[in-house]
């Protein structure tokens, strides 16, 4: 009895094991980078005039798409390298809070910040917040842009 009893233990020993050396393997391949934040993104950038005593600027509203694939998100609006293009990107860690980057050619100088130049290039950060199907940022800096994000 005693050796019917650790022949059982023994099976049970070897399906456990057998269960542990596959288990990582199939959590390994599961994650592949996948993001729950993973998907096509509307994205509508607002701009409320800057009133300031040393700069103003107009205000203008943007819609462009963005994609987050594996985590990491890139959206663009215009055509690259020429005036009113921007390329808004960075990483999404799981918790849904991110810190972006914007980099952008200037159109028209009455909607820039400092009336900067036409074709003059700029950068700016944003700080966003995921959720599973909306987001929320801010442009980090002088002018408080707001970002909103919408999943498709």
């Not at 860690?93 to 200037?106: E, F, S, T, W, Y």
Request: proline share 4%; glycine share 12%.
């Amino acid at each position: 009895m005693l050796r019917t009893g650790c022949r059982l233990v023994g099976l049970f020993c070897a399906f456990v094991v057998a269960s542990m050396a596959i288990a990582p393997s199939a959590t390994v391949s599961a994650g592949d980078g996948a993001s729950a934040f993973d998907g096509r993104w509307d994205v509508t950038l607002t701009c409320p005039p800057l009133l300031d005593e040393d700069d103003d600027a107009k205000g203008y509203v943007q819609h462009f798409q963005a994609e987050i694939k594996d985590g990491i998100l890139r959206g663009t609006h215009g055509t690259e390298g020429q005036p009113s293009w921007h390329l808004l990107t960075g990483t999404v860690p799981p918790d849904g809070n991110a810190m972006l980057r914007l980099d952008g050619i200037v159109k028209n100088a009455d909607y820039a910040v400092n009336h900067a130049e036409r074709g003059k290039s700029y950068t700016y950060r944003v700080r966003a917040k995921f959720e599973q199907s909306s987001g929320s940022g801010q442009r980090v800096g002088k002018r408080k842009c707001e970002f909103r994000f919408k999943r498709r």
